[in-house]
């Protein structure tokens, strides 16, 4: 099969074509085209860019790997976008840990207190649209773990509240209920962006 | 796309974070990721029971099997050679019964180690019998009342050889008995005289 003729296939077809044939260039279509989404979509939610681009190669790294695991009944973009969101809960989770232990340590070592850093939005700064998107993502990071997912997905990602229901395991309505109680959050936390 | 009432309650936060920059992955990614797949540290994860029998897991522990087996058998061996000073004696013992006394006497005498059976007397056998006994003296120490005890002709005394024998404590019954046969016995040396 030649390059163009691969590139006319539809995700699900190009899986298979590499689950069959061992196909690297089908592979790497599949790379290509989601490199981007999965990018943007684990950024959104770990919010490091660096270790982003760790979970989002582990996650193709997965593909390759395990590509006879794909069932042909499920759409590939539910089937890789459940691998990046369990490896970048995985990280979010080991960065939790980790970010409390070390409050703790440090506080017991030193036998002082110590203060997080006022990250709240400064209406000085707010001409700038770069750090209005970085409010955005600060703002994105302190929605709770569960809602962020869903809310990411939807309105950021564009995905259907069906696939979001697939990749996260939910079912619709718990689906909706927390895709709206973290648009909530989100609105009371940017208020100060709404009233400009 | 249609927004439904909720979304449309939520209007300006969908609004702004549909509005965030789309963050891309650099251009070097696919390199990277190919990079790593075909790197050496990305390798077909082993089961456990193929890793456990790779080669190099199988040398140092075949190597460890092999010493323990040669220190078993070394440990082993040595165990053949006791401490002298720890080991019971052996005892190197012949039983000879003889109805010389009574009815259900019996009389053992321990002999020495070289002793011939046959009664043919080695060299290293002192006495073939009492008479020569009598004639050449044993280097054994006598005790107090041994002068008393004498033996038949068919009997061969221990010999300064023959100190391999294993001690008993006599009962009060015993000794009078023993008391009784060395009677006996000097009465049978007084009789040949």
């Known amino acids: ?196 | 796309m249609a927004l439904n009432d909720e979304e449309l309650r939520y209007k300006n936060v969908i609004n702004t974070l549909k509005g965030l920059p789309k963050v891309n992955a650099p251009r070097n990614f696919e390199t990277e990721l190919m990079r790593r797949i075909n790197s050496e540290t990305f390798k077909e994860k082993q089961s456990f029971w193929e890793r456990l029998f790779l080669p190099s897991r199988l040398i140092p522990s075949a190597a460890l099997a092999v010493s323990a087996v040669v220190l078993f058998f070394i440990l082993n061996n040595s165990n053949d050679s006791e401490d002298p000073l720890l080991m019971e004696p052996k005892i190197h013992e012949d039983a000879i019964s003889a109805d010389v006394i009574g009815e259900d006497d019996i009389l053992v005498i321990y002999l020495p180690v070289n002793y011939n059976v046959q009664g043919e007397r080695s060299e290293e056998v002192g006495y073939s019998n009492i008479a020569e006994f009598n004639n050449e003296r044993t280097d054994t120490p006598l005790r107090e009342g041994d002068a008393n005890l004498y033996f038949p002709n068919n009997y061969y005394l221990i010999n300064k050889e023959g100190l391999n024998f294993r001690q008993v404590n006599l009962t009060k019954e015993e000794q009078q008995r023993l008391i009784e046969l060395k009677e006996h016995f000097r009465k049978l040396l007084e009789q040949q005289k």
Do not use: H
């Not at chain 1, 089908?26 to 660096?50: M, S």
């Not at chain 1, 190669?57 to 539910?78: G, L």
């Open chain 1, 1 to 196: 099969m030649t390059d163009k003729n691969l590139n006319d296939l539809s995700d699900e077809e190009l899986i298979i074509e590499f689950q069959q044939n061992n196909t690297i260039k089908a592979f790497e279509i599949l790379v290509q085209r989601y490199k981007n989404p999965l990018t943007n979509y684990v950024f959104r939610f770990i919010g490091d860019y660096e270790a982003c681009l760790d979970i989002v190669q582990e996650t193709m790294i997965k593909v390759y790997r395990y590509k006879d695991s794909y069932s042909s009944i499920a759409k590939f973009s539910t089937w890789i976008y459940t691998i990046a969101g369990n490896l970048a809960r995985t990280e979010y989770q080991r960065r939790k840990r980790k970010k409390t232990f070390s409050i703790d340590a440090y506080g017991k070592e030193k036998d002082e207190t110590y203060d997080l850093p006022d990250e709240s939005y400064r209406p000085d700064v707010m001409t700038d649209s770069g750090i209005k998107d970085k409010i955005i993502q600060d703002a994105l990071q302190k929605v709770s773990k569960a809602y962020r997912e869903v809310v990411i997905l939807r309105d950021i990602q564009d995905l259907s509240y069906e696939e979001i229901s697939e990749i996260t395991g939910l079912n619709i309505g718990t689906v909706k209920s927390r895709i709206n109680r973290g648009r909530a959050q989100l609105r009371e936390m940017l208020k100060d962006i709404y009233k400009e």
